[in-house]
């Protein structure tokens, strides 16, 4: 299954473009203001006379530019982008060798509600190749975001959100530094099970090589995240046989680990993306940045996360399901 993901993750149609500069992305110019104009009549030396008066207006406020800052984390820098204003800060990590724009839609979307950050790791879009290249262990992945946020100035606790493999490094991060993640948003992030039985612990493809096996052990034993808010989004369309050899009934496998997941938490909801595949992010952005907004929401207002069906997700083209079922 995760070798058909991570040719899915590495389709670049459908994420947006980032701009070239390495320090600065400017914000989408502002429109020029036009005079308007209007005929009147007015009284000039005793005579009636038409006259066309015309103003110009207050030019429209330019657009905040948005910042996409590159920060030394070692020796190498990587890029982080945010958008937005308001705690709790949100930061999101992609899938499997794939940079920051999967995230471009729903960022924006999300970032009306509080500031949303997202990333590159090591030698990814706009960030540096570790110094030797090789491969890096899920630990130093999340140790370089730590390490990011710090040195950017970043402070938590924050709303975590991982898509795919960027799922499961959220997921370890929290086991890692717990005390820096108020909640949590997983679409369709990679089970740990999935992780040793398919690729037996290493992911490899493009510009990018994890050593996830020693966090997927850890992961295996499915840590408590106790009470913290968790909206778990999944795929809508199954998998089949031909995915995942490695399992009888691949779609039960995938979505009984996202259970295991979601109950992970006393405070979650699970839901599932209708008439989309793994590329959730790109085919539905409305429903991350609504999953976004709801745990938000719980964070900021100190209050547990509503039915799943009073929730904005199921207008958004998604079915609510029973973790426990």
Known sequence: MLRILVALLTVGALLAPVADARVSVGAEAASPAKKRCRTVVKRVHGHKKKVRVCTKPKPKPKPKPTAVRRIDVGGYKLAIECRGAGSPTVVLDSGFDTDRTAFFLAQRDAAKTTRVCTYDRAGLGQSDKRPGG???????????????????????????????????????????????????????????????????????????????????????????????????????????????????????????????????????????????????????SQLVAAAIRSVVGAVRNNTRLGPCAQTPLPRLSATCLDANA
């Open 134 to 284: 090789g491969s890096a262990t899920t630990g130093r992945i999340v140790d370089e975001l730590h390490t990011l946020l710090t040195r950017g100035g970043i402070g938590g606790p924050y709303v975590l959100g991982g898509w795919s493999m960027g799922g499961f490094d959220v997921r370890y991060y929290t086991k890692r530094y717990p005390a820096d993640v108020a909640g949590l948003v997983l679409i369709d992030a990679t089970p740990a099970e999935w992780i040793e039985q398919v690729f037996g612990g290493r992911l490899e493809s493009g510009e990018e090589v994890m050593d996830a096996g020693s966090a997927a052990v850890e992961l295996a034993t499915h840590p408590s995240l106790g009470a913290r808010p968790l909206v778990d989004l999944t795929h809508g369309i199954p998998l089949t046989p031909s995915d995942a050899p490695e399992f009888p009934n691949p779609e039960a496998s995938w979505l009984g680990l996202q259970k295991a997941v979601t109950r992970d938490s006393s405070n979650s909801i699970l839901a599932r993306a209708d008439n989309v595949g793994h590329t959730i992010p790109q085919d539905n």
